[in-house]
């Protein structure tokens, strides 16, 4: 094989694994909770439906963070920004203290 064969072999095979090595990581998702988390619980279970029916499954294409307060609800101000800090790509917020969290930790984190 000729040198020019080699290298337009090697250009070409090595393609794929180049786009591959360029697509984005698995998305996350930080699940904020003001109680415990029970992967049992009605609303749970329709997240996890609603996002496989969008083609998403946990631990396949998608990572979901489930901080919960449980129960102690000063504690989702520090919570929220910790999601905020490990820059998840979406925070669902459960509950208007957890929305409220959510809310602040983006709005601080966006205009500093």
Known sequence: MRRRDLVILLAVGGWPFAARAQQKAMPVIGYLHPNLYDPASPDVTAFHQGLSETGYVEGQNLAIEYPSAAGQ??????????????????????????VMAAKSATRSRSSS
């Open 73 to 98: 609800y000063d504690r989702l101000p520090a919570l929220a920004a910790a999601l905020v800090g490990r820059k998840v790509d979406v925070i669902v917020a459960i509950g208007g203290a957890s």
